[in-house]
């Protein structure tokens, strides 16, 4: 299929997990995608195993730190000389920053919003000139459900992921009559390498693990490709009037009270 035939896409954080898998899912629907990676030899990796897969797909990797504007910049300069101007942005980089308020560090504070939020509006930056001269443009960020759910421990991650929200609203207003779309996907539990660093990280992780897949009404966690799905959508020409709106994919994990 091609719904992102001529289109140029950059995918924060595409080495792994939810990134590659919207990389991958770009490059299937005809986008040339730009792996933008803080691990070079990850993106490349990865860069090669959706050209290989993809018949006739245009990959590049570029060695990215969304903490620093400047390395944005110039990845999206480089996607441009590679391709041609950036059409979808796909702010995909996060960490996990999961702490006690009190006994949490300054550092860990700093780590977790330099990532997961100045990364973010570091992304966002680099690419609006462009799309608001050319007036068209999609810009797709990663939230969570803990961007309006709290769960005990895991600050200073939520506060963060409020803000990528607030962002993506601000944003989306600011540039809707340049017809700049800014929309967010808050994903539930879906199961990458993330995923697992938390379970491994508990005290029993098969416990944990069980745990979590029995908290979603649909009684499993999500997969990376069934956020990718949802990418594609907005960053086709499928979803022209959304903007300045939160999809969430949890199988309906948020809207239950309890059982
Ligand atoms: P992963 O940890 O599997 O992948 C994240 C990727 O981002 C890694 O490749 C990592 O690179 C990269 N990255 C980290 N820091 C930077 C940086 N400074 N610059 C560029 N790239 C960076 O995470 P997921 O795929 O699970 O998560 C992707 C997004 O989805 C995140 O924003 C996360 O918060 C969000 N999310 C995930 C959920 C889940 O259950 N998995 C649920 C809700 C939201 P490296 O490995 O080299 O550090």
Same mark, same amino acid.
């Given at each position: 299929m091609n719904r992102l035939a001529g289109k140029v896409a950059l995918v924060t954080g595409a080495g792994?997990? +939810?990134?590659?898998?919207?990389?991958?899912?770009?490059? $299937?629907?005809?986008?040339?995608? !730009?792996?933008?990676?803080?691990?070079?030899?990850? &993106?490349? #990796? =990865?860069? @090669?195993?959706? $050209?290989? #897969?993809?018949?006739?797909?245009?990959?590049?990797a570029v060695q990215t730190d969304v903490t620093q504007p400047a390395?944005? @910049? $110039?990845? !999206? /300069?480089?996607a441009q000389r590679a391709f041609g101007p950036v059409d979808?942005?796909?702010?995909? #980089?996060?960490? *996990?920053?999961?702490?006690?308020?009190?006994? =949490?560090?300054? /550092?860990?504070?700093? @780590?977790?919003?330099?990532?997961?939020?100045?990364?973010?509006? *570091?992304?966002c930056r680099a690419v609006l000139p462009g799309m608001v001269e050319r007036r068209a443009g999609s810009i797709i960020n990663i939230a969570s459900t803990h961007a309006f759910q709290?769960? %005990?421990?895991?600050? %200073?991650?939520?506060v963060a992921k409020h803000g990528v929200i607030g962002l993506t609203r601000a944003?989306?207003?600011?540039?809707?009559?340049?017809?700049?779309? !800014?929309?967010a996907i808050a994903p539930g539990y879906i199961e990458t390498q993330l995923t697992h660093d938390w379970w491994n990280a508990q005290p029993d992780p098969q416990a944990a693990r069980k745990a979590t897949l029995e908290l979603p009404p649909m009684k499993r966690i999500g997969r %990376? /490709? /069934?956020?990718? =799905?949802?990418?594609?959508?907005?960053?086709?020409?499928? &979803? %022209?009037? +959304?903007?300045?709106?939160?999809?969430?994919?949890?199988?309906?994990r948020t809207a239950l009270h309890h059982e």
């Open positions: 792994r997990g +939810i990134g590659a898998a919207i990389a991958r899912a770009f490059a $299937a629907e005809g986008a040339a995608v !730009v792996l933008a990676e803080l691990d070079g030899a990850t &993106a490349a #990796a =990865m860069a @090669r195993d959706i $050209a290989n #897969a993809c018949a006739g797909a245009r990959t590049l390395s944005l @910049r $110039a990845a !999206v /300069e480089e979808v942005l796909v702010n995909n #980089a996060g960490i *996990n920053v999961f702490a006690d308020p009190l006994t =949490m560090t300054d /550092e860990d504070w700093r @780590r977790c919003f330099a990532v997961d939020l100045d990364g973010v509006w *570091n992304g709290i769960i %005990p421990g895991c600050f %200073p991650y939520p944003l989306g207003i600011e540039y809707a009559p340049q017809n700049v779309r !800014v929309n %990376p /490709e /069934e956020v990718a =799905m949802t990418a594609v959508f907005l960053a086709s020409d499928e &979803a %022209p009037f +959304i903007n300045a709106s939160c999809i969430t994919i949890d199988g309906g």
